[in-house]
């Protein structure tokens, strides 16, 4: 296409910033994350990627570590990483992390236009019907889901609801408008890590080297991190 035959819905959409959250409790951040975030900053064309760890993630129990050392651990994994930003403003709110609050902070900053994605796992993706105002979601931003080694989308009829006619097929299709789309994607390097089996290793003694960054590793191990087995189960509402 020639830059003469662009009307003005594509230069638009070739102009508004594309902007990604890839929110999580990150008990520990790991390469699953790490990865799946450059490789969708790549695909998806971002401009910068929010990484926010809930302190109060809404549909699990209490995490092992405290928010501030969860998102310092974030902060020591990304470095020096082009495009992504360890985002720390669900620390600022109380009660549970809802990711609507969060796509409304970050649609007043950026603005009307901007292209906004939350991306998530196929796990997280399972239950989004049960999340705090779903609809709203869609009404804030676009939804990714990446495709996760070992956790095969339960689709249920509420979830199929939700989803209705909004599945584009490509990242191109996604970014005409500023939210409510969803795309499945599949990731060059699908990662098989969970921050559950890193934390069931470092509480035995086990290596976690290459499962997260060795930054992460040696943070976590300094501080003495992960070195017990309590992961409570009891709701979100003590400690934090
Ligand atoms: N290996 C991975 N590949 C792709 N997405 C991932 C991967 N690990 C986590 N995610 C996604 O990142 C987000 C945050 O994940 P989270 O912090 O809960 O990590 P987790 O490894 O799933 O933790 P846990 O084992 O404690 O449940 C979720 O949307 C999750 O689906
Ligand atoms: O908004 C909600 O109701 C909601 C429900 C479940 C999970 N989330 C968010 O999804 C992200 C991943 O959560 P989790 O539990 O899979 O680590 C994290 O940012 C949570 O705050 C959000």
């Not at 921050?195 to 997260?212: F, M, N």
């Not at 060795?214 to 009891?234: G, M």
Request: aromatic content about 4%; proline content about 7%.
């Amino acid at each position: 296409m020639t830059r003469s035959m662009i009307g003005p819905a594509e230069t638009e959409a070739a102009t508004a910033p594309r902007i990604g959250m890839l929110g999580g409790t990150f008990d520990p951040v790991h390469l699953g994350h790490l990865r799946s975030a450059v490789e969708l900053y790549e695909h998806l064309a971002l401009d910068r990627l929010h990484m926010i760890p809930a302190p109060q993630p809404p549909l699990r129990g209490r995490p092992q570590v405290a928010a501030e050392a969860r998102l310092s651990l974030l902060e020591a994994g990304i470095g020096d990483t082009p495009g992504l930003y360890a985002d720390g403003r669900e620390l600022k709110r109380a009660g549970p992390s809802y990711s609507a609050d969060t796509l409304a902070e970050l649609r007043a900053e950026y603005g009307d236009d901007a292209r906004l994605v939350m991306a998530l796992g196929e796990d997280a993706f399972s239950r989004l019907a049960d999340w705090h105002d779903p609809e709203r979601l869609f009404a804030l931003a676009h939804i990714v889901v990446i495709a996760r080694p070992g956790y095969p989308i339960a689709q249920t009829q509420r979830l199929g609801e939700l989803i209705g006619q909004r599945e584009v097929a490509d990242a191109s299709a996604l970014m005409q408008t500023p939210h409510g789309g969803l795309l499945r994607v599949t990731l060059p390097s699908r990662m098989a890590i969970s921050a559950t089996e890193i934390r069931r290793r470092l509480q035995q003694g086990e290596s976690v080297r290459y499962l997260l960054p060795e930054a992460v590793e040696r943070a976590a191990v300094a501080r003495q991190l992960y070195q017990t087995n309590d992961y409570p189960t009891d709701g979100c509402q003590a400690g934090e």
